[in-house]
């Protein structure tokens, strides 16, 4: 959880060290967006998202890193030196920016399916509830449905976000 934030300095600084194998644990890897999974990504170096690369003919610029300087003007690689517009970064390319465009149809599918099957099944393990239930001694599940009484007041609130909430 200390890493899904891509900007916090303790992602930062994880993401740069200089180790030989990394190993990520957590029980809730997607919890709220899937540009939360960027982080992970990168922390876990994934080929080729984890990266930025040069679009231009040729070029094989590649970075973990948005390498152009204060300015913002030129690559910093020496082998590229393009500017920013001719790079980019391919997890956006490929399955955020598809996803956040079209939802899930259309090419937003083809990145939910991208993100499923190149990513997550190739570098996650998943145990489900059921399978641990007996070694956990997990109770039961319960589920009780209680219906409550709005006051007028609250009932025109919830009325009022369901009718926008449908509109859009």
């Known amino acids: 959880h200390a890493i899904k934030n891509d900007k916090s300095r303790l992602s930062i600084v994880v993401r740069e060290m200089n180790v030989q194998s990394r190993l990520l644990l957590t029980g809730t890897p997607l919890q709220n967006r899937v540009g939360e999974l960027y982080a992970l990504i990168r922390f876990l170096r994934m080929e080729p998202f984890a990266y930025y690369f040069c679009k231009v003919k040729g070029c094989d610029c590649r970075s973990l890193q948005w390498n152009f300087g204060k300015q913002q003007r030129r690559c910093t690689n020496a082998s590229c030196n393009h500017p920013p517009m001719s790079h980019f970064s391919y997890f956006n390319k490929h399955i955020l920016n598809p996803i956040k465009r079209d939802g899930y149809i259309g090419d937003g599918r083809r990145g939910m399916l991208t993100l499923k099957n190149e990513v997550l ?14 070694e956990m001694k997990l109770p039961t599940l319960t589920i009780t449905v209680s219906e409550l009484k709005l006051s007028t007041v609250e009932r025109d609130f919830y009325e009022c976000i369901y009718k926008q909430t449908k509109s859009k």
């Open 121 to 134: 099944d190739k570098v996650m393990l998943r145990r489900t509830k059921s399978e641990k239930q007996k």
